[in-house]
């Protein structure tokens, strides 16, 4: 059984730090991708920074230097590393797996989330 469990969200101010985690079970990142995807009210579900099982980044954010994600196989932990955080990061951030791969990072490729963590940006 496939579980992702989010943590870490927080709020903070603008140009600050911060570090989310994702636990999970049932699956492998050898052979599984792993997405960190965000939602803002009234938004659709984006995609920021996903690896696939071979280490392929993708995202909004994985090509401009402030995020980054690193995966743990050994505690079944993927972190993802947000830097220089401004108001328009707001939002519930969510990781989530593929059933089977898919390229990209967009929420169609995707078939199992957290509930999500939610992180505050202020000005």
């Known amino acids: 059984q496939v579980q992702l469990v989010e943590s870490g969200g927080s709020s903070v101010q603008a140009g600050g730090s911060l570090r989310l985690s994702c636990a999970f079970s049932?699956?492998?990142?050898?052979?599984?991708?792993i997405g960190w995807f965000r939602q803002a009210p009234g938004k659709r579900r984006e995609g920021v920074f996903c690896?696939?099982?071979?280490?392929?980044?993708t995202g909004i954010e994985s090509e401009k230097g402030r995020f980054t994600v690193m995966r743990d196989k050994a505690k079944s932990i993927a972190y993802l590393e947000m830097n220089s955080l401004v108001p328009e990061d707001s939002a519930t951030y969510y990781c989530?797996?593929?059933?089977?791969?898919?390229?990209?990072?967009?929420?169609?490729?995707?078939?199992?989330w957290g509930e999500g963590t939610l992180v505050h940006v202020s000005s």
């Open positions: 989530g797996t593929q059933l089977t791969p898919w390229p990209g990072c967009t929420t169609r490729g995707y078939d199992y």
């Open positions: 690896v696939s099982a071979e280490g392929k980044e």
């Open positions: 049932g699956f492998s990142l050898d052979d599984h991708a």
